[in-house]
């Protein structure tokens, strides 16, 4: 398993080009999942950086500056 540390746009660089597709649906579920805990004022609160675990999991977990979890979701394929 890899991990990304995500700060700027440049850091994408760093995710294999086959693997940005993993990494932006992953990115999608962690903004829909801010947008679900602090409705209007998610657009106020900035992302200030984001691993991502390059683990095959679809789940995401919002974390406080301190790195305390506050959410997490569990996304798991269907199999279908």
Sequence with gaps: M???KIKTLSD???IPSDRLPAFFRDLEYAVNLRALMF???AVEIPFE???WRDDGNHSCEVTDMDGAPLLSLVVEDSGQ
């Design 2 to 4: 890899n991990e990304y």
């Design 12 to 14: 994408l660089n760093r």
């Design 39 to 41: 409705g209007d004022e």
């Design 49 to 51: 950086e984001m691993t």
